[in-house]
Nanobody, 115 residues
Framework: QVQLVESGGGLVQPGGSLRLSCAAS????????MGWYRQAPGSRRDLVAW???????SYADSVKGRFTISRDNAENTLYLQMNSLKPEDTAVYYC?????????WGQGTQVTVSS
């Protein structure tokens, strides 16, 4: 089993920044892909960004140039640096990890962008 715990969410004004973290524990083994989804009220869960074990990254068009995903394999931690935040970025952010074809989810962290 792999446990994922997110942190770093909160309330921020438009134009501000937040850094989300996702700490992995348990039977880590070789986690391959990791990433972030988000879900706003009444909306589906959408992919925000992902990163491979080798560092290849991909972003949703809506966050390109503003968000940066990274991972520290030694610390088993995934990050999402979010800059120039907009009200439409408001959502619950979930991290995920894939290990041996099994998908694991974190519990989510709320990000609210509002003045």
């Amino acid at each position: 089993q792999v446990q994922l715990v997110e942190s770093g969410g909160g309330l921020v004004q438009p134009g501000g920044s937040l850094r989300l973290s996702c700490a992995a524990s348990g039977t880590i083994g070789s986690i391959s892909s990791m990433g972030w989804y988000r879900q706003a009220p009444g909306s589906r869960r959408d992919l925000v960004a992902w990163i491979s074990s080798g560092g290849v990254v991909s972003y949703a068009d809506s966050v390109k140039g503003r968000f940066t995903i990274s991972r520290d394999n030694a610390e088993n931690t995934l990050y999402l640096q979010m800059n120039s935040l907009k009200p439409e970025d408001t959502a619950v952010y979930y991290c995920y990890g894939v290990r041996e074809a099994t998908l694991y989810w974190g519990q989510g962290t709320q990000v609210t962008v509002s003045s």
